[in-house]
């Protein structure tokens, strides 16, 4: 009767699925007290039909869901609305990223009770303990609900937890449920790739990250030991050849990466991760030659842009410089690790003329690291932005007229799903032309240089699609590049790093 089922919906179209890390994190912390199932949307032809198989049986009290941004909203809204219509009693409960920074929308929808505001560990137990003891529960924290007469409560936040000392995930049930091989894809890393989530939070408060306001510059981490032994566990439960760390900032303590890094060393594998360009490019130069030689192929990180104004404004930690970011894309590539550089354009600024001109100058900027480091892969956002409260660059964007939809269904407009997917602003200060620029711009430079991390793409490919796009890039002729459109997508089928996972095949 106090069963929970707990949801994963769709996050890819294709099979690139990885381990549901958010919901599996949060059924180790109950794994204890409560009887759990698993759906997972990327896995099943018709999920609802599967939840709703589970439901009938009238075992279960809850429906927890994680929601970030984009596709998944689309099976978490209509699937959390029938289930509010069809099993009334049922308690529903949202965690992740959407939940959590667009709470007030997801609760005035009136069919999402709880939002878990940040870390599940300790607040998702206690939840669900009080409301079958029904015993009150504003004592506890990470917690955001509503009052019957429409007020939002926010208790306060929870003090992060040592990593180490959480449940380990229960993997074993996860097989149960779906064989794990089944989530070990291939990708331009290995043949089966572990993705593994060691620390919470970014001790850094960029002010376009979505990260900022729920963990509050906030980061803690697992041990190198505890990663290491999770790792080798599933290596030699289910096989895997490769990792892919899903961290929003993996490389913060440079003793913890080295010591993984050693401790990884004899096991022949590869390994992707997310961390800072001004964090990583303090190491000495004898860590980064243990990560490389530990397997360490590629890093992800956010390089933002070339201006130091902007990297400033944004409060890029107000350590990184458009300098910096040049310098080390050529430190980094000596030791064979590829930079993976992403840069967001598009911020607001004074004037039409100025965010023009600051897109024109990121152009030239990009083109200037691929000079030094070709080897570089260059992702590029649109800005979207998040609603930081308190935050200049927020009230500056809601200023010049930008505001969030105030329906949850209006999110699964298509215009917003691509606005999740930051490909679509709808940021009043951009206007068509910028965005066509920075577009064109993407797909000269994706066809002059081909990324390295899509198997699919043969070197012949590369090769004669980068020569027919050498005129465009050199001369920046960017405007209507249909030919280059029309090789990628029937052609080379290029995946799209920046949606579909970074380290995807
Ligand atoms: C893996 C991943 C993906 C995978 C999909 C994973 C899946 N579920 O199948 C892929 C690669 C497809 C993906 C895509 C996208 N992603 Co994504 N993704 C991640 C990533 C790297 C890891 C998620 C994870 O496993 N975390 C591990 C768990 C343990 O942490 P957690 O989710 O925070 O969970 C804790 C709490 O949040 C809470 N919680 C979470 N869920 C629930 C549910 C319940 C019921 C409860 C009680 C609690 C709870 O408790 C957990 C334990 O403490 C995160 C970054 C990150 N480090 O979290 C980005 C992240 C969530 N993604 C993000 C985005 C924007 C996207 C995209 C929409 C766009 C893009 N350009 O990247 C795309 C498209 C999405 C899509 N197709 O649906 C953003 C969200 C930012 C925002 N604006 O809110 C993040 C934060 C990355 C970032 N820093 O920008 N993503
Ligand atoms: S360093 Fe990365 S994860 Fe951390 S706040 Fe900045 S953008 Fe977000």
Redesign the pocket.
Known sequence: MNKVL?F?PR??SNKN??I????L??AAAIDSFFDWVIVDG?RETDPWEVIQSHLETGDFMFF???V?????LKQAIPYTKKIRELYPQIKT??????AS?QYEVVLNSGYVDFI?N????VA?PLLLQSLVDDKPYEFVQNLIYKLPDGEIIKTTKQSMVDQDSLPRLPYAKLNNFYPIEGYLRPTHLGQKTI?Y?SS?GCPFTCSF???VPIYEARWKGKSAQVIYDDIIQIKNNYGGDAIEF???NFFVSEKRTVEFAKLIAPHNMTWWGEGRIDTIDKYKDESLKIMADSGCKMIFLGAESGSDEILDSIDKGGKQTGAQIKAFADRIGKYGIVPEYSFVLGFPGPSNERVMKQIEAEIKFIKEVKEINPNTEIIIYLYSP?PTEGSELYQKIVNAGFSFPKDLEDWLNPSWENF???KNPLTPWLTPKMVDKVKNFETVLNARYPTKTDAKVTPFQSQVISSIASWRYKYNILKYPYELKFLQKFWLRYRQP????FASE
Request: aromatic letters at 10%; charged letters at 15%; a negative charge.
């Open positions: 707990l994963n996050a890819v699925y990885r549901p890390n958010s919901i994190q949060v990327n927890g869901s994680t970030m941004p984009g596709p998944q409960i949202w965690g992740g990223y959407f920074n878990i940040g870390p599940g560990d998702f993705a989530h919470l990250c979505a990260v899903h961290d929003n998040v999740d997917l930051r920046e949606i579909e996972g």
